[in-house]
């Protein structure tokens, strides 16, 4: 079993859709990590957190530390959010970030 | 701020060769990590150097080694390249690290094709 698990996998939605990609991870951690791949391999953070809930414009990232669980919710979804989003935990034993397989989302017009 | 520059963004080698990777953080930063991404494994973590030292390393075969130089550069290299080692090898520069409360900053990518 991964220590990390994504779900799910691959995701589509029209635009203005409400969408949420779950995380969930097996190890306890310092922090937990979303970040988001455009084609092409670019990576960007979107958040990190270690409690409680994060937001920027329609992205909300929230996380549960008790049940070992995140949810990033994206609000009137956008073509333009189509990408790879992947979540990545940091902490266990070594500290080392270990990643999700990543959700695939497309957004169609 | 300039952002986390990679080089060279492509690279094609042949088995057995060898091959250095260059990545320069972010001004300021002092934690560079690098990560190996393949279709079939996904995101893996190679190694995170701060301040000089290695402080993490992943399950890599000791052909993957890196440093890290005083003014925070870091280089990967990995020695007689297999067919398997082919994939998109990002680093990321952090203020401290993954262990504190600091955001990761990822480069664009080497993309590295072993022929």
């Known amino acids: 079993k991964n220590e990390v698990e994504q779900s799910p996998q691959n995701l589509t939605a029209q635009e203005g859709e409400f969408i949420t990609i779950n995380c969930s991870y097996s190890?306890?951690?310092?922090?937990l990590h979303w970040l988001q791949q455009h084609p092409g391999g670019g990576i960007v953070s979107l958040f990190m957190l270690s409690s409680g809930k994060k937001k920027h414009g329609r992205l909300i990232a929230t996380i549960n530390i008790q049940e070992k669980h995140s949810s990033l919710h994206i609000t009137a979804s956008h073509p333009r959010d189509s990408a790879v989003y992947i979540c990545?935990?940091?902490?266990?034993?070594?500290?080392?970030?270990?990643f999700g397989t990543g959700t695939r989302l497309q957004v169609f017009p | 701020k300039a952002g986390v520059t990679q080089t060279p963004r492509y690279l094609i080698k042949t088995r057995g060769q060898q091959v250095t990777l260059s990545c320069s953080p972010i001004?300021?930063?002092?934690?560079v990590s690098w990560y190996q991404q393949t279709p079939g494994q996904g995101l893996q973590f190679l190694f995170e150097?701060?301040?000089?030292?290695?402080?993490n390393k992943g399950n890599f075969p000791g052909r993957f080694s890196g440093r890290q130089f005083s003014n925070s550069r870091s280089e990967m290299n990995v020695s007689t390249l297999e067919l398997g080692d082919s994939a998109l090898y990002l680093c990321a520069s952090s203020l401290t690290g993954t262990k504190s409360y600091n955001e990761q900053f990822f480069g664009p990518g080497t993309r590295l094709t072993v022929l």
């Open positions: 190890v306890g951690i310092s922090a």
């Open positions: 150097y701060f301040s000089e030292t290695q402080r």
């Open positions: 001004s300021g930063h002092r934690s």
């Open positions: 990545a935990v940091a902490g266990g034993n070594t500290d080392k970030l270990i």
